[in-house]
């Protein structure tokens, strides 16, 4: 089993963990409905009734791995974790190998590829008080992976040069996430800001 698995069936407080390929299927279909229905509809309109609906699972197997509202909502946090522990430790391997502009565009594909988990783990974060630790952890990560990614982009600079320059790169990830829907041309202008900063003032010290 994965370490992503494992971390998900911790989350599942009291419940069933799936045994078989076809449990872990079920256990995803579930996450991904609870995460398109929680960014939605927000946290309290949401029923374990419709999350059953919606993934097509029997309301009796829905609460045999998840079995409240709250657990289901742990696993999604933890499944976004994941997710973001996954997305910056490729985008920190890809400043190594990379050229700069095909860096810069795959910089906002993450971002791209983080940003449905990221309005269902927003919607969690402020409807269930998550703990301020938490959340500072989160953007540490963040913040840590893509100053790892300057450093290797440009030695050259210090490391709190790094780190201002990941700060503002950081920005940058989260309006690409935040815009995600917004269409192409929004995408094009966020998408040439990154190449931009990039050479400007990360590669070009």
């Given at each position: 089993?994965?370490?992503?698995?494992?971390?998900?069936?911790?989350?599942?407080a009291e419940g069933a963990e799936p045994k078989r390929r076809r449990g872990h299927l079920r256990v995803a279909a579930i996450l991904e409905a609870a995460s398109a229905l929680f960014a939605a509809?927000?946290?309290?309109?949401?029923?374990?009734?419709?999350?059953?609906?919606?993934?097509?699972?029997?309301?009796?197997?829905?609460?045999?791995?998840?079995?409240?509202?709250?657990?289901?909502?742990?696993?999604?946090?933890?499944?976004?974790?994941?997710?973001?522990?996954?997305?910056?430790?490729?985008?920190?391997?890809?400043?190594?190998?990379?050229?700069?502009?095909?860096?810069?565009?795959?910089?906002?594909?993450?971002?791209?590829?983080?940003?449905?988990?990221?309005?269902?783990?927003?919607?969690?974060?402020?409807?269930?008080?998550?703990?301020?630790?938490?959340?500072?952890?989160?953007?540490?990560?963040?913040?840590?992976?893509?100053?790892?990614?300057?450093?290797?982009?440009?030695?050259?600079?210090?490391?709190?040069?790094?780190?201002?320059?990941?700060?503002?790169?950081?920005?940058?990830?989260?309006?690409?996430a935040a815009n995600a829907g917004e269409g192409e041309a929004a995408l094009r202008e966020i998408r040439a800001l990154a190449r931009l900063y990039l050479k400007e003032r990360v590669a070009g010290?």
């Amino acid at each position: 089993m994965s370490e992503q698995k494992n971390q998900v069936a911790e989350t599942i407080a009291e419940g069933a963990e799936p045994k078989r390929r076809r449990g872990h299927l079920r256990v995803a279909a579930i996450l991904e409905a609870a995460s398109a229905l929680f960014a939605a509809q927000g946290y309290d309109a949401v029923t374990m009734t419709e999350v059953a609906a919606r993934s097509r699972t029997a309301i009796g197997s829905l609460y045999r791995f998840f079995p409240t509202k709250d657990a289901l909502a742990d696993a999604l946090l933890g499944r976004f974790k994941e997710r973001v522990d996954e997305e910056l430790a490729a985008l920190a391997r890809e400043a190594r190998t990379l050229p700069l502009e095909a860096f810069a565009d795959s910089f906002v594909d993450h971002a791209l590829a983080w940003a449905p988990d990221r309005a269902a783990a927003l919607v969690l974060i402020e409807a269930r008080s998550v703990a301020g630790a938490q959340r500072g952890q989160l953007r540490a990560a963040l913040r840590n992976r893509l100053a790892e990614a300057v450093a290797a982009i440009n030695p050259k600079l210090s490391a709190q040069e790094a780190d201002a320059r990941a700060g503002l790169l950081q920005l940058i990830f989260k309006m690409a996430a935040a815009n995600a829907g917004e269409g192409e041309a929004a995408l094009r202008e966020i998408r040439a800001l990154a190449r931009l900063y990039l050479k400007e003032r990360v590669a070009g010290g």
